[in-house]
């Protein structure tokens, strides 16, 4: 034997090409699902990342397969406390209250005449305390009252699912690095699998070429190998779905046995840059019949806190000022209440937040779903193009072989 190495030392390269056959091939599968993000190359011919190439489809059953089987919009908006968040808002709001008051009644004119800044600013400061103490005093239940009546409105405001596939599928390199933090290990398993793989491949493949040294065998094994590793890397990684022991060993694939971990990893991402009160709220601002909706819902919650106030002050103020400055009336408070409620103050964002709990809701349902669902979070990512990155596999291990061949 150590004679046959001794005259044949140059056959030994074979296995290790074939390790590095292995190694390269699965290495570019994985660069190739991830990049480049928009197509590159010249008319058709040309390739684009497969995760950033089918995008929404995605997208969709990403969410699919997740968040919309594991938690309802309707649970999440229900989770965030009504009085707490009112407070937070109130605490936006209560500085302003005098300005706004002071603006109102800047505001009216009669006949054509802004007697009321007149008359107002020489009123007794108590009755002036007093107006401002019975608006603050109101705030907590206007505030409230809309907090209730947009969250039994919401699925009218947002469609949290068919937010973030719309971001995913726009923002394709948000995809990738979600697929890319939350599966790390297991695009890393294969990329090294085929150094794995290639080796013992290619040491019966040695043997052959001294047997038949023809031109062909080199190529052929070497397609072989390419194909083989990258076949045997994204099968390993999914399959079997669950444990399979066979003596002292236990199969089970590799994406499914870091379930846990991987869940905890879509928590975080989800919490971080997919589902967030700012994200949330700067959609329905940018969401015109929401924005619409929104200026409705205060605007009655305005009439019915001043007409709170004594059932004098609806007919005093319609008789003084006329039916359409009392609208007016209505409609100035109604929108500087919306400008000082957007965007929402850091406190009020945290206090959504942190009643959401996106994080600890994804990554708890998420470890806990069937193994069979779980599957599916990861294998639309390969599967569809999965045939393209194993037969660039064996055309990229034909390619080594024959030039291999030509070295030898």
């Known amino acids: 034997m150590i004679d046959w190495i001794a005259s044949h030392w140059i056959f030994l390269t074979i296995p290790i090409v074939g390790a590095l056959i292995g190694w390269f091939t699965n290495w570019l599968a994985v660069v190739m699902m991830f990049k480049p993000l928009d197509f590159a190359g010249v008319g058709p011919i040309g390739w684009q990342g497969i995760i950033p190439a089918n995008a929404g489809k995605m997208a969709r059953t990403l969410i699919d397969n997740s968040l919309s089987k594991i938690v309802s919009q309707e649970e999440l ?9 009112a407070r937070a808002m109130q605490l936006r709001m209560d500085p302003h209250v005098e300005a706004i008051v002071d603006d109102v009644i800047e505001s009216i004119t009669l006949g054509g005449f802004a007697l009321t800044d007149f008359v107002w600013s020489v ?5 002036r305390t007093r107006v401002y103490a019975q608006i603050r005093s109101k705030l907590p239940l206007i505030i409230s009252r809309f ?9 009218e405001l947002i469609d949290i699912n068919a937010l973030i596939t719309v971001r995913l599928t726009i923002e394709k390199k948000l995809l990738v690095d979600l697929f890319q933090k939350a599966c790390d290990k297991e695009f890393l398993f294969i990329e090294r699998s085929g150094l794995y793989f290639g080796l013992p491949m ?14 062909w065998v080199l190529p052929v094994f070497g397609a072989l190998v390419g194909y083989a590793t990258n076949w045997l890397a994204l099968h390993m990684v999914f399959r079997p779905i669950h444990p399979v022991r066979v003596g002292p060993f236990t199969f089970h694939g590799i994406f499914l046995k870091r379930q846990a971990k991987v869940a905890a990893a879509y928590g975080k991402f989800f919490a971080q840059h997919l589902i967030t009160a700012e994200i949330l709220t700067n959609e329905v601002l940018r969401n015109e019949n929401s924005v619409l909706r929104i200026h409705e819902l205060i605007q009655r919650e305005v009439t019915l806190t001043l007409d709170e106030l004594g059932m004098r002050f609806k007919p005093l103020a319609v008789l003084s000022l006329g039916i359409k400055q009392y609208r007016n009336v209505i409609g100035f408070v109604s929108d500087r209440t919306f400008q000082l409620l957007q965007p929402l103050d850091k406190n009020s964002l945290n ?35 999965e045939w393209k990155l194993i037969a660039i596999g064996g055309v990229l291990g034909a390619v080594a072989g024959a030039v291999q061949w030509w070295l030898m």
């Open 77 to 85: 908006l229900n989770r965030i406390d009504v009085n707490e968040l």
């Open 147 to 155: 907090i209730l009546d947009a969250r039994s409105e919401a699925s």
């Open 351 to 385: 206090v959504i937040d942190q009643a959401l709990q996106i994080e600890d809701t994804l990554s708890t349902r998420l470890a806990a779903l069937p193994a069979e669902d779980f599957y599916e979070l990861l294998h639309p990512v390969v599967e569809e193009d």
């Open 123 to 127: 009123a007794p400061q108590w009755l």
């Open 202 to 215: 290619g040491i019966p493949v040695m043997f052959i070429w001294d047997a038949w040294p023809l031109w």
